[in-house]
T-cell receptor
Framework: AQSVTQLGSHVSVSEGALVLLRCNYS??????LFWYVQYPNQGLQLLLK??????LVKGINGFEAEFKKSETSFHLTKPSAHMSDAAEYFC????????????FGQGTTLQVKP | DAGVIQSPRHEVTEMGQEVTLRCKPI?????LFWYRQTMMRGLELLIY????????DSGMPEDRFSAKMPNASFSTLKIQPSEPRDSAVYFC????????????FGPGTRLTVT
């Protein structure tokens, strides 16, 4: 069975500071991993994804994430937070051969303080 | 492509009334998902279809909820009769499947049952 755990339901950073949102997964098969962002009153939007190949993946808006198999982690980072990054972020896992179902984490709300 | 289209964007109805939410997935996508999002329960998968066939409806909360996908370009989620606790944002998402299974979300329907 697959599962996703996001550590911290709320994260607060100052503008310009490092953003680190944590995601750990459990999967008995090689995972496909995703980060989605949801701005207020909008649907979820894909930030980045890992399927195979390079373990450091870059996404939109300056975000990146690194797949670490040994740690079963896929943490999301951004070197310098911007006020516009305030949103809810979801980590999700799937796997090859699945019909596309994603297992989502509980979500982390990022607050950016001026 | 216009993306995933949902209608209506907002729906206010009285308890006991029938509610029908509609979704048009992205052309060529072969899987479609219905989610519900509330503050209390977060993002929940209700049901998903693959090639118009329901694959997993274990997330449908009660018999009051039903979903159909009569063809590849249209799906409905019906609640009959509606109750105040059904108030939520309902999202539809679609995916092309292989190779990466990323899901594309619609803007959501905000349902309020009074």
């Amino acid at each position: 069975a697959q599962s996703v755990t996001q550590l911290g339901s709320h994260v607060s950073v100052s503008e310009g500071a490092l953003v680190l949102l944590r995601c750990n997964y459990s999967s008995s098969v090689p995972p496909y991993l995703f980060w989605y962002v949801q701005y207020p009153n909008q649907g979820l939007q894909l930030l980045l994804k890992y399927t195979t190949g390079a373990t450091l993946v870059k996404g939109i808006n300056g975000f990146e994430a690194e797949f670490k198999k040994s740690e079963t982690s896929f943490h999301l980072t951004k070197p310098s937070a911007h006020m516009s990054d305030a949103a809810e972020y979801f980590c999700a896992v799937s796997f090859s051969g699945n019909t596309g179902k994603l297992i989502f984490g509980q979500g982390t709300t990022l607050q950016v303080k001026p | 492509d216009a993306g995933v289209i949902q209608s209506p964007r907002h729906e206010v109805t009285e308890m006991g009334q029938e509610v029908t939410l509609r979704c048009k997935p992205i052309s060529g996508h072969n899987s479609l998902f219905w989610y519900r999002q509330t503050m209390m329960r977060g993002l929940e998968l209700l049901i998903y279809f693959n090639n118009n066939v329901p694959i997993d409806d274990s997330g449908m909360p009660e018999d009051r909820f039903s979903a159909k996908m009569p063809n590849a370009s249209f799906s409905t989620l019906k609640i009959q009769p509606s109750e105040p606790r059904d108030s939520a944002v309902y999202f539809c998402a679609s995916t092309p499947g292989q190779p990466s299974y990323e899901q594309y979300f619609g803007p959501g329907t905000r349902l309020t049952v009074t």
